[in-house]
């Protein structure tokens, strides 16, 4: 309604509780619990992202999130942040492991996120991962300021794939400026990493 709202006033102490939902009325074979680690995204930079508008960008005490998770009772998660730090990845990962539960997140395929790494995230519960690609031009992902090298994407993603994590691809066609060309260097992509690839989630920019 126009109203500015005073970020630095909201609460962010807050368990969620989810007892509330009929956990057998899921048709999944188990309910899977969604979980948001911070307020927003801590890159901002994605030219076509709009999920941030304003709002800082906040980490969730990790307390809190425990006892979300001990409170839930559930065994699987999916941690709903745009992206995710590799430092704050890894600390959500072990507690993670500590209460034996799977999860999931959606993650930007940067270098940093090498095979010890998403070992280490296995190790922890980790089974799958929805990677920010966008697209397999270079071209492409410097004008949506990705932070990210295509070399490395496919790289990333065969270091996960290797150590049991499956691998689901956000692909983004029709970016202003994409020419028919770009459009299948992205085609391309995909087919020559099809073998770390589980799964492809395109969308058409709008």
């Known amino acids: 309604r126009g109203e500015k709202i005073d970020h630095d006033a909201l609460k962010f102490d807050i368990v969620p509780d989810f007892t509330m939902y009929n956990m057998h009325?899921?048709?999944?074979p188990a309910p899977v619990i969604p979980l948001k680690t911070s307020t927003t995204c801590f890159y901002k930079q994605c030219t076509f992202c709009s999920h941030y508008a304003n709002l800082p960008y906040k980490e969730y005490d990790l307390e809190l999130i425990e006892k979300t998770i001990v409170k839930s009772g559930a065994r699987y998660f999916f941690l709903?942040?745009?992206?995710?730090?590799?430092k704050r990845l890894v600390e959500l990962g072990?507690?993670?492991k500590e209460y034996d539960v799977k999860w999931t997140c959606q993650l930007?395929?940067?270098?940093?996120?090498d095979e010890e790494t998403m070992k280490q995230l296995f190790d922890c519960g980790l089974r799958m991962v929805i990677w920010g690609v966008?697209?397999?031009?270079?071209?492409?992902?410097?004008?949506?300021k990705k932070g990210t090298v295509k070399e490395d994407v496919a790289d990333v993603l065969a270091a996960s794939h290797k150590v049991g994590v499956a691998n689901v691809c956000y692909v983004m066609f029709g970016f202003p400026?994409?020419?028919k060309q770009e459009f299948m260097e992205t085609i391309e992509f995909l087919e020559e990493n099809q073998e770390a690839v589980?799964?492809?989630?395109?969308?058409?920019f709008g």
């Not at 709903?80 to 590799?86: A, F, G, L």
């Not at 589980?198 to 058409?204: E, F, M, R, W």
């Open 94 to 96: 072990k507690i993670m």
């Open 25 to 28: 009325d899921y048709f999944t």
């Open 198 to 204: 589980d799964l492809i989630s395109p969308s058409v």
């Open 177 to 179: 400026s994409e020419t």
């Open 80 to 86: 709903i942040d745009d992206m995710i730090p590799k």
């Open 134 to 144: 966008e697209s397999g031009c270079q071209r492409v992902l410097d004008l949506m």
């Open 108 to 113: 930007k395929p940067t270098k940093d996120l």
